[in-house]
């Protein structure tokens, strides 16, 4: 009997309160990395009206001018109109960045410390950290997810266009695939909320979303008669971004990675530097498990990594293809600890992290782009991976 269930995923667009401070944190990032490769950071954002709270601990040699960072990320973001209660050059900034912890540093640094069982980096915190791919898209990623992105980018891309002035930046997308033994089938639900002007129609903005986004994004054979569209389902949607809602940095962990497809090991991503293996090694686990759909070991993969702050190596490594796998997973297992390092350091080389490349992260998800920066998409282990398995 086959087994027919829907599930939805939601992605948020670049002026969410939260994505805003992501966007703000990662920004911080990449500018101390420009100057200072080793630069350890980790950087958290708060905003809420029209004040911004940077805060957090960074240890760098580089120089860096946190006021101009915030004001011109928050400006790209597109927070800059007259009646913007939140706007770039008029938010109130508060910067409470401190150091990093020197004994935290002696657990990542690659010397020897008084209680310290090693001289090699170690991981910048424990916990566990997950990866996941599985053939659902070309991108190799849970199909809800994707869509959910296309929609929010395709929304920023119109308004970033000027051509639709009433658009503002506060969004979110969500869309509800129906599955059929296991395969996605069509699509049931999409909800757009985006901020808008009060001088505009909501059956203006129905029909833009529907006709210029939705049907022009999504899979033509995904959608039917049946498909349903909730378009800005409260009504109205003026007053948004930091004016109408509190954002923190690290609190769209579901849409920075699967959308609730693959499990989440509960740290964030946006202003850690790689020696955070909270994010250096969630995208090795990325690495590992699309490098082994795309080698045709299995359709759908999760791989899962532990560490002890201060500690070299993984505390465990474990891979599930949830029995979609062609070759045994303890063949599988083997070809991985023959193929990559899971060692903190290592991730970083293998990766080449020490690179101000994560605003390109931040928004629309950290996985599934296109991009020859991000290197945890590269599928270039796949023959390495059969050899082995």
């Known amino acids: 009997m086959s087994r027919r ?28 990395l420009t100057q200072d490769k080793h630069s350890r950071v980790a950087c958290e954002t708060y905003v809420k009206s029209n004040i911004v709270i940077v805060g957090g601990e960074i240890t760098t040699r580089g120089w860096i001018d946190f006021n101009r ?37 002696q657990g990542v640094d690659a010397r020897k410390v008084k209680g310290k069982k090693t001289a090699e980096q170690g991981a910048g915190d424990q916990g566990l950290m997950f990866g996941y791919a599985c053939n659902e898209t070309p991108e190799l990623m849970p199909a809800p997810i994707m869509f959910a992105h296309r929609l929010g980018r395709e929304l920023t891309r ?6 639709f002035p009433w658009l503002r930046p506060d969004a979110k997308t969500q869309v509800s695939v129906i599955y059929e033994d296991g395969k996605p089938v069509a699509i049931s639900n999409v909800v757009i909320s985006t901020q808008h002007t009060a001088d505009i129609e909501h059956a203006d903005i129905e029909k833009f979303c529907i006709e210029k986004i939705i049907k022009k994004v999504l899979p033509k054979r995904m959608i039917n008669a049946r498909t349903e569209y909730l378009i800005n389902p409260t ?6 971004g930091p004016q109408g809602d509190t954002g923190l940095t690290g609190r769209k962990i579901i849409v920075d990675t699967y959308g609730g497809m693959g499990r989440h090991g509960g740290g964030a991503f946006s202003g850690k530097d790689p020696s955070k293996v909270d994010r250096s090694a969630a995208y090795m686990g990325r690495y590992v498990a699309k ?30 293809t949830f029995g979609t796998n062609t070759a045994s997973e303890t063949k599988i297992q083997r070809a991985v600890t023959r193929t990559f390092s899971f060692k903190p350091a290592d991730i970083i ?4 992290l020490l690179r ?17 920066d991000l290197t945890w998409e590269l599928t270039d282990k796949i023959a390495e991976l059969r050899k082995h398995a």
Do not use: M, W
């Open 5 to 32: 269930y829907i599930f939805s995923s939601e992605s948020v667009g670049e002026g969410h309160p939260d994505k805003v401070c992501d966007t703000i944190s990662d920004a911080v990032l990449d500018a101390c």
């Open 69 to 105: 960072i915030v004001r011109e990320a928050i400006r790209k973001i597109g927070y800059v109109h007259d009646d913007d209660v939140f706007h770039a050059d008029k938010v109130f900034i508060t910067n409470i960045l401190t150091e990093q912890s020197a004994h935290i540093a």
């Open 158 to 163: 119109l308004r970033k266009s000027g051509k």
């Open 235 to 240: 009504g109205s949607f003026v007053i948004g």
């Open 291 to 320: 490098n082994i759909v795309a080698a045709g070991l299995a359709a759908k993969c999760e791989v899962q990594f532990a560490y002890a702050i201060g500690h070299p190596h993984p505390v465990s490594v474990h891979v599930d």
């Open 349 to 352: 080389t293998q990766l080449d």
């Open 356 to 372: 101000p490349i994560y605003s390109k992260t931040t928004n629309y998800g950290h996985f599934g782009k296109n991009d020859k």
